[in-house]
């Protein structure tokens, strides 16, 4: 049996220049070792209901330290597991979840639990001789069909919201190029990203980035920034067939929760309004997602969206269901509402738990979207995860920025292996 010989852990500064947990993780076997690391991501726009991240408070870092989640990883988790034998990542994730006990992460913080637990995985990879997709698919998705299966790219060109300091109140517009060869759509990407980058300039707009790369102009209102990527689309020699849109409402952002409306571009919207909203976007634009189009307790919002428009786009939960089992069957499913689940690793805090929750996806019927946090650091295992889950979207930011690009470089990584297999 494999045996845990060290877990280390200090901290790093993700892509907004706050610290996050790194870790690394050795295991043993027969005398030869094998090592996995990972970066944890942090976000920005996040849900009630996610898993603790921990933070210092204090003055250090304006109060984002994560000292206390470090010393949690060298201090706790790694005196209990080190020396433990483990037949897998998955028995490791188990033994720390028995260890924190808590349901939220709120004994040794999330960032800690799955920093441990990405590196782990990492590690199990290599003692197998296996890259961490294969390896993850052997793990959580044996019973998918064997060939390998590429997400869509969701690309995220225009930055609003909490992403950006801009007026715009929805949170990300996206770009999805059609599908099935990463090679060309990484370049479909890249050649609008490029493109809209030109046209904003040529109209007097900022080209600024937002969090997650994307460009952060201060337009006016969802349909012109919509327009912009429809334009941006053909002006770089494709048609909308081929590169499609979505977008991350976030509509935590602008709810009032005093009134119980939604303040978005200058309007005070009740929810059969802004589901009317939507639907003439649907309609008039080649949308094909929207994600946390409704706050994340507005069950009654959530249901009407879904009657009215659910058969004809997706309709993805973020803060809705932040990655947890638990809560997709309590909202999700006990009230028939999205038909889509964003899968973030720091929601839920183990690698274990996010695979259960994509299973759990997969078999009532709802799509998956793998996905960044807008606080990123170089780590790529999202792009494993995404190909691994057979996931049908991967929501990695813009193709810009050393922190989303080593995302769309590993997904060209992976496809390149499975052109020679």
Wanted: hydrophobic share 40%; with cysteine.
């Amino acid at each position: 049996m494999p045996t845990i010989s060290s877990i280390s852990a200090r901290w790093i500064l993700d892509s907004r220049g706050l610290p996050t947990v790194y870790c690394e993780v050795e295991i043993d076997q027969n005398g030869r070792k094998y090592e996995g690391n990972a970066g944890v991501p942090s976000g920005a726009s996040t849900g009630t209901y996610e898993a603790l991240e921990l933070r210092d408070g204090g003055s250090d870092f304006h109060g984002k330290g994560v000292t206390q989640a470090v010393s949690h990883v060298n201090q706790a988790i790694a005196v209990a597991a080190v020396n433990r034998e483990f037949s897998s990542a998955a028995e490791l994730d188990e033994f720390v979840l028995e260890l924190d006990g808590t349901e939220n992460k709120t004994e040794f913080g999330a960032n800690a639990i799955l920093a441990v637990s990405m590196a782990a995985h990492r590690a199990f990879a290599s003692l197998y001789g296996l890259e961490l997709f294969q390896y993850l698919r052997r793990l959580y998705f044996s019973n998918l069909p064997a060939h390998l299966k590429f997400p869509r790219l969701m690309c995220n060109v225009i930055n609003g919201g909490a992403h950006a300091d801009n007026t715009i109140d929805i949170q990300e517009f996206m770009v999805i190029p059609n599908g099935g060869n990463v090679e060309r759509d990484v370049q479909i990407a890249s050649e609008i990203y490029h493109t809209l980058k030109g046209k904003l300039k040529k109209d007097g707009y900022s080209t600024s980035l937002g969090d997650e790369g994307g460009f952060a102009p201060q337009l006016k209102d969802t349909v012109q920034a919509l327009d912009y990527l429809k334009e941006a689309i053909t002006a770089s020699g494709y048609k909308t067939a081929e590169c499609e849109l979505a977008m991350d409402a976030a509509a935590n952002e602008f709810y009032d929760a005093e009134k119980k409306v939604y303040k978005l571009d200058g309007q005070e919207l009740s929810a059969a309004a802004l589901t009317d909203f939507y639907r003439n976007l649907q309609e008039n634009y080649p949308l094909i997602s929207i994600e946390d189009g409704f706050n994340e307790d507005d069950v009654l919002g959530w249901q009407l969206l879904t009657e009215r428009i659910g058969s004809k786009i997706s309709l993805i939960g973020d803060d809705l269901f932040v990655t947890n089992p638990k809560r997709f069957e309590e909202i999700g499913l006990k009230n028939s509402i999205a038909n889509g689940v964003l899968i973030k690793l720091n929601q839920i805090g183990t690698v274990f738990e996010t695979c259960k929750m994509i299973n759990l996806a997969k078999e009532n019927g709802y799509i998956t979207a793998v996905s960044h946090r807008s606080g990123e650091t170089t780590d790529d295992f999202i792009s494993d995860l995404a190909v691994a889950a057979q996931s049908e979207f991967i929501k990695l930011g813009a193709p810009a920025r050393g922190e989303r690009v080593a995302k769309f470089n590993r997904l060209l990584m992976i496809y390149e292996m499975s052109k020679n297999v």
